[in-house]
């Protein structure tokens, strides 16, 4: 794999192509025009929802976004949705009464992709006062197809808050996480940043072996396993969580040392070395 060279490039957003400022530094954006310039696209796989995504397009312009953990295909020129693979009604209803009744303390929000409604007492980190964010009951958020359904609880640790939320969901959706918080993100069944990004790879005639994929939390896993299992590059941040560590093919430095362009000019390097 000396001289692997990638046809498309995929990255997370939160906590690996961007710093922890949220900014996109310079370097990282000369770094992927040059490979742009050599017929190479980027993918931004996110667990963002499209209306997030209006500050990283100022800076990049063009490309695809694979929003929502792979709900929403997003073109980022026009900002338009390509495409999407929501939570459907039935669905939604049936999970959020069923973990309401193992925990009544636990709060939904949901993602309809330019918009976002929340229960009173859900706490929302961010966007609070934002256009699209609004208050709703949990009958009027669930009655119609949302991106992706938010359950958070406030006390319980982490890990075993997502765990909870996987054993009462079952296969009846996906559910990840990519916070630090006792939040869980819960997809259309078999809906990850995988399927996501094999869809956008497929469009442009590529394939898992010739992706190289960036990620730093366990809601890239399914990427990693899906580029890393066809032979491609997953490469996780130096702080990334220890579950996408373990099943990483490389590790590059951290975002605010811009881990994602270093490890596309050791690339670019030493393709450069190898000659034609």
Same mark, same amino acid.
Request: with cysteine; glycine share 8%.
């Given at each position: 794999?000396?001289?692997?060279?990638?046809?498309?490039?995929?990255?997370?957003?939160?906590?690996?192509?961007?710093?922890?400022?949220?900014?996109?530094?310079?370097?990282?954006?000369?770094?992927?025009?040059?490979?742009?310039?050599?017929?190479?696209?980027?993918?931004?796989?996110?667990?963002?929802?499209?209306?997030?995504?209006?500050?990283?397009?100022?800076?990049?312009?063009?490309?695809?976004?694979?929003?929502?953990?792979?709900?929403?295909?997003?073109?980022?020129?026009?900002?338009?949705?390509?495409?999407?693979?929501?939570?459907?009604?039935?669905?939604?209803?049936?999970?959020?009464?069923?973990?309401?009744?193992?925990?009544?303390?636990?709060?939904?929000?949901?993602?309809?992709?330019?918009?976002?409604?929340?229960?009173?007492?859900?706490?929302?980190?961010?966007?609070?006062?934002?256009?699209?964010?609004?208050?709703?009951?949990?009958?009027?958020?669930?009655?119609?197809?949302? *991106?992706?359904?938010? /359950? @958070? &609880?406030?006390?319980? $640790?982490? !890990?075993?808050? #997502?765990?909870?939320?996987?054993?009462?969901?079952?296969?009846?959706?996906?559910?990840?996480?990519?916070?630090?918080?006792?939040?869980?993100?819960?997809?259309?069944?078999?809906?990850?940043?995988?399927?996501?990004? *094999?869809?956008?790879? /497929? @469009? &442009?005639?590529?394939? $898992?072996? !010739?992706?190289? #994929?960036?990620?730093?939390?366990?809601?890239?896993?399914?990427?990693?396993?899906?580029?890393?299992?066809?032979?491609?590059?997953?490469?996780?941040?130096?702080?990334?969580?220890?579950?996408?560590?373990?099943?990483?093919?490389?590790?590059?430095?951290?975002?605010?040392?811009?881990?994602?362009?270093?490890?596309?000019?050791?690339?670019?390097?030493?393709?450069?070395?190898?000659?034609?």
């Amino acid at each position: 794999m000396s001289d692997w060279r990638p046809r498309l490039i995929a990255s997370d957003m939160d906590g690996t192509l961007l710093r922890h400022d949220e900014s996109v530094s310079a370097a990282t954006v000369a770094e992927l025009e040059r490979w742009r310039a050599d017929g190479v696209p980027l993918v931004l796989a996110t667990g963002r929802p499209p209306r997030w995504m209006h500050g990283v397009r100022e800076v990049l312009r063009h490309g695809t976004a694979v929003c929502c953990n792979g709900a929403v295909l997003l073109d980022l020129e026009p900002m338009e949705i390509l495409d999407e693979s929501p939570l459907e009604p039935d669905t939604l209803q049936a999970i959020t009464a069923e973990l309401r009744a193992h925990h009544a303390s636990m709060w939904f929000a949901v993602e309809y992709g330019w918009e976002f409604r929340h229960e009173p007492v859900y706490q929302p980190r961010w966007d609070v006062d934002a256009p699209g964010v609004a208050t709703a009951t949990l009958e009027e958020m669930t009655s119609a197809p949302a *991106a992706k359904l938010l /359950a @958070r &609880h406030e006390s319980m $640790p982490r !890990d075993a808050f #997502v765990q909870l939320v996987e054993q009462v969901v079952g296969r009846r959706a996906t559910v990840t996480n990519s916070s630090t918080d006792a939040l869980a993100e819960i997809s259309a069944p078999g809906v990850t940043k995988a399927t996501g990004l *094999a869809t956008v790879a /497929a @469009r &442009h005639g590529v394939g $898992p072996e !010739d992706v190289v #994929v960036f990620g730093d939390m366990p809601n890239d896993i399914a990427a990693f396993e899906w580029v890393r299992d066809g032979g491609g590059r997953a490469v996780a941040m130096a702080h990334a969580h220890p579950d996408l560590l373990a099943v990483a093919t490389d590790v590059t430095v951290g975002n605010d040392e811009d881990g994602v362009a270093a490890f596309l000019s050791s690339l670019w390097s030493h393709r450069r070395d190898q000659g034609p």
